[in-house]
């Protein structure tokens, strides 16, 4: 299972906007149509933007003439900088992009095709390391699992998200695949309902128990003692453990501190952003008012000229959270040690 | 504003499920389309359905045959019972249609035109009661709210829930009367959006500022220091204080606990249940799944066969309530004894 293909220098990528209904394959042809898929959440993940966006820097400009270098570079940065500017809280997508744009001055006494070779290749390297990032995750969270275990998570951090088969989702199908008595349950995710219209559907597609739920009723599940885990993707980790992920994911933290049950964000290395001394600084990304008030860009759900407050993701605090499993192991408190502890390695 | 409305021995409701796009008035002429109008939530709010099911059930009776009262007892005693089984969470429509049984027996000597008109005139008066109920709820709630106040509300519980103009908005409606500065933000409330649909509709309509929100953004809003009190309504409260409402609200108090946000209440005396010790014998209805899968009926936005649980409230334990706005007052901890005390006024 793939979100995104990369075939005789061609992009391709599941519409994620259809989905369950319709899984619809478009090709990524130019530079406007890669930014309107990212900014449109047809191809979304933190890991996964950052992947595209690399292909899709490679793809934009395979056709660029190659005369004069210093033209090239131009429209390099600038195709690069408007590919990062299309959604400002996930971390991977900058430093996906920073990588390539590492490599490709590190040869720019090389000709133009070469440069160009340059990007193809860590634009690949990018994507094998990811499937390898998620592999990773999920063999290190394994850890944490019991064979009983029924667990929550929210947004859709699976094959969907990345270009393996996810971070929170990894560590569920490790698990899956273990044990046979393994529960899922998936949060919608308003408003776009990533939860219900991804996790559920790649859950199901995989043979994961899988049973929806509204964001809202997460609480009474934990407090019915349902729930003996959640485990949730990132966009970005500051420092001190401070984790931005799908608005939504804070109340679900509060709540499971509440109840008393563990908590885990599941990350690979690239999701950190060890430049921010705290969560505080993290960029949230405030969407269209439409997202809310007609759901899928059709049923209206509310009066027209209503005032609606639209942040697409929160932070949770380094306190709320239990353990951070990363490639390079699972992280547990105290988080600003440790993580840069581990991170090293 | 009135969501439902009796003339000339006819019922006309509302029908909220068209809003906020339609403002539809239906008329309710049989048994079959009153309990249609209360399970498909057409008529909905703890206190209005209480006050429908009265209407409904002379409307249902008034033409039976007069001759034999035995038969007509019979009748009444069935439908009242068909009625009283359409919802079974809100204590607000027992406690209805037990008054109008009591007052039928006290009687049961007159002939059954007599009989009709007692119970009529029951529902008039229980409708009157309820709009006095409201007036009064608000008069005692407004102590609670400061000028500057910016309020958080979940579901209706507003002129649309109830006869008069609310418990929760009631208190939200005197506030704002009296003074500029209330602030209102709405949950959207899933699965069937009477937050966004019904709350910002008739707070636009009454000029009252309000934002709408996702469920799953309450809480950010309250680490941003934004939300000042929560107030919502109920549909069944036990003798321990313990509350049921729409599902959310638990994840709405434990979230209020954490943010140290005042957490309010606001119900008549007819939605307390004291023959109930706790929240634990709260009948909690559980509704279709394709209220999730689908939104208003049409939208699917999940997969066709993903199981779903979908309760449609929960029961917020008394320790995270701050205090329960009556009619008789404000209760305040210990709720065991101050509700005793002050609902025996």
């Given at each position: 299972m793939k979100a995104i293909k990369f075939k005789n220098k061609r992009l391709f990528y599941l519409?994620?906007?259809?989905l369950p209904l319709k899984e619809e394959w478009k090709e990524c042809l130019t530079l406007a149509s890669a930014v309107k898929a990212v900014k449109t959440l047809k191809v979304r993940g933190a890991p996964l933007i950052g992947v595209f966006s690399a292909y899709a820097l490679y793809v934009t400009l395979k056709?660029?003439?190659?005369?004069?270098k210093t033209v090239f570079l131009k429209t390099f940065e600038k195709t690069a900088e408007i590919l990062n500017s299309?959604?400002?809280?996930?971390v991977n997508l900058s430093w996906a992009l920073s990588r390539i744009r590492e490599k490709v001055y590190a040869r720019a006494d090389r000709p133009v095709a070469v440069i160009k070779q340059t990007i193809l290749r860590e634009a690949r390297f990018i994507e094998k390391e990811d499937e390898q990032l998620c592999f990773r995750i999920a063999e290190k969270g394994l850890?944490?699992?019991?064979?009983q275990d029924r667990i929550l998570t929210h947004c859709n951090a699976g094959f969907l998200a990345t270009a393996?088969?996810?971070t929170a989702l990894a560590v569920i199908y490790a698990a899956a695949e273990k044990y046979k008595n393994i529960r899922v349950y998936a949060d919608e995710t308003r408003p776009l309902l990533q939860g219900a219209r991804l996790t559920c559907w790649e859950l199901m597609k995989n043979r994961v128990p899988v049973t929806l739920i509204c964001d809202n009723m997460a609480a009474v599940l934990m407090a019915e003692g349902k729930v003996d885990k959640v485990i949730v993707g990132a966009d970005r980790i500051a420092a001190n453990g401070d984790a931005a992920n799908k608005i939504g994911t804070y109340s679900l933290a509060v709540n499971a501190a509440y109840h008393k049950i563990p908590f885990y964000v599941a990350a690979p290395f690239s999701t950190f952003d060890l430049s921010l001394v705290s969560g505080k600084n993290i960029p949230i990304e405030e969407r269209d008012p439409e997202e809310i008030k007609k759901i899928m860009g059709r049923s209206e759900i509310s009066p027209r000229r209503v005032k609606v407050y639209n942040p697409a993701f929160d932070v949770t605090p380094?306190?709320?959270?239990s353990a951070i499993i990363t490639d390079k192991g699972v992280i547990k408190p105290p988080f600003k040690k440790n993580i840069k502890k581990i991170l090293k390695k």
């Open positions: 519409d994620q906007t259809l056709d660029k003439p190659e005369k004069d299309t959604r400002p809280t996930a850890a944490l699992i019991d064979g393996g088969n996810g380094y306190k709320l959270i």
